[in-house]
């Protein structure tokens, strides 16, 4: 397979538009940052010359976009400390820490939790494909906790319809900053690709999908509030999604947050706190849970001193 080119002819209403700008809203499936990379290796040729991404768009310009050839993915095994809950020939219990990306990807291609597993399994299921090997469902880089791999293809058909089924359960902890009034609700807002920041899921109506997330206040610092949340849909960010979109986001996450980092925590106060599922085999009813970290546990800590 060769390199993909793009063409594009602009319109007069789309004249002035920054490059990179131009091309994210046409190549929807690209970032901006990918977008970026490039124009900055030379790429992207505005009537047939290298521009700069901040270059402006003008009326009649024709723009080649030269998409090169995705190079095969080569995953390596990687001796990684991994936190095993639980293990048999058919699964696999991870409490993964945060900051540990789950799969390659762009930009991380080592260091993830399936270049670990790699390491420690002789067989993951290979449903998902060479990137995702086991790979069931996912946690966010920066969200620590309970998680489930398969290792045959066997478990991961039974895994993989027990989350589409909701016969899987998951409970979530999370610190949000405001005051949340109500003792419990259920957040029902479809969850779709963000309009204008492609990295970024949203609240739409536009392109989305149905997302429920189920919420319970466990404790109140004022400002602050502790939630269990339990997720009856899996669509990505959907916690962080839907927490910031009722006025709630989670302290600490960089993505949909106010930005202010109040505490001492790198990515956002978001636990995967129990994984509940019926063995893939045995059909056994199993239920997984992961301490909070260590880092949540001192914000809770400092929170419950300035309460008293």
Do not use: W
Request: some cysteine; glycine content about 6%.
């Amino acid at each position: 397979m060769g390199n993909e080119v793009y063409c594009y002819h602009i319109s007069e209403s789309q004249a002035g538009e920054r490059l990179d700008v131009f091309l994210t809203k046409q190549m929807p499936d690209t970032s901006r940052s990918a977008v970026q990379r490039l124009i900055s290796s030379g790429d992207v040729a505005v009537n047939k010359k290298v521009a700069k991404a901040n270059y402006k768009v003008q009326e009649l310009d024709d723009i080649q976009v030269n998409i090169p050839e995705i190079k095969t993915l080569e995953l390596t095994a990687e001796e990684i400390p991994l936190t095993i809950l639980y293990e048999d020939k058919d699964i696999i219990i991870i409490n993964k820490s945060r900051g540990m990306v789950v799969h390659p990807a762009a930009g991380n291609y080592n260091g993830t939790l399936v270049n670990a597993l790699l390491e420690h399994c002789e067989d993951l299921s290979g449903i998902n494909g060479v990137a995702r090997p086991g790979i069931v469902h996912r946690l966010d880089k920066d969200t620590s906790g309970v998680m489930v791999v398969a290792k045959s293809d066997r478990a991961h058909v039974s895994l993989a319809k027990q989350i589409k089924d909701r016969t899987a359960s998951r409970r979530y902890l999370a610190i949000v900053y405001g005051n949340i009034k109500e003792d419990h609700g259920v957040i029902k807002a479809p969850i779709g690709r963000h309009s204008s920041d492609r990295k970024k899921m949203a609240v739409t109506f536009t392109n989305s999908k149905e997302a429920t997330t189920k919420f319970r206040v466990m404790e109140r610092f004022g400002d602050y509030t502790l939630v269990e949340c339990k997720l009856l849909t899996g669509r990505t960010h959907q916690i962080r999604v839907h927490m910031t979109y009722i006025g709630h986001s989670v302290v600490g996450d960089p993505k949909y947050g106010p930005g202010r980092m109040p505490f001492s925590i790198i990515g956002q106060a978001l636990h995967s706190a129990e994984l509940r599922i019926s063995h893939p085999v045995t059909e056994e009813i199993m239920r997984f849970t992961a301490p909070l970290p260590e880092d949540m546990e001192m914000i809770l800590k400092v929170l419950r001193q300035k309460n008293t």
